[in-house]
């Protein structure tokens, strides 16, 4: 499947708790598990506390809902269900979070330093770290641009919507 180890063990983990969830309330079965029944389950862990008494965040809630989307679509998939309770479960946002490590002026010279300048390939090498670092651009919209994508006379360049392999 290719899925790290960690990740398996934090969706069985996180499974068991709606599984046990589900038990308490006498479901033990998939089929019995609708739409308003994981709505009720999303409500309980809005309302969940830690142990310091802190309630869970939305990123975890997000962690917990993940694996019950995924394990529904695939019973669907299986044709153990007929249908997905699942399909249109609204998962909480997450917000979008910026690196926590941000170079130094010094780092940054040292990596723009990196290149050999007295090839071919140190040149383009040093052009690609330079827009990279100055225009914030994405790796692969990088590798998506072109020469017709540069606008010299405004010093500009298009980026088109990154492309997938």
């Not at 330079?130 to 405004?154: A, C, N």
């Amino acid at each position: 499947m290719g899925t790290a180890e960690p990740t398996v063990e934090n969706r069985e983990l996180y499974l068991g708790y709606f599984v046990a969830w589900c038990a308490e309330r006498g479901l033990s079965q998939s089929r019995e598990i609708t739409k308003p029944i994981l709505e009720r389950y999303q409500r309980a862990l809005y309302h969940l506390r830690k142990a310091n008494g802190e309630p869970l965040s939305f990123r975890g809630r997000h962690a917990r809902l993940v694996p019950i989307r995924g394990f529904f679509k695939w019973l669907t998939r299986q044709n153990y269900l007929l249908y997905n309770p699942a399909s249109e479960l609204e998962l909480p946002r997450l917000e979008h979070r910026l690196p926590k490590h941000v170079l130094t002026i010094g780092e940054v010279e040292q990596v723009l330093r990196q290149p050999n300048l007295n090839e071919p390939i140190g040149v383009r090498d040093r052009a690609i770290l330079e827009t990279l670092y100055s225009t914030g651009i994405r790796r692969r919209e990088l590798m998506g641009l072109s020469l017709f994508d540069l606008d010299r006379e405004r010093g500009t360049v298009m980026i088109r919507q990154a492309w997938t392999a």
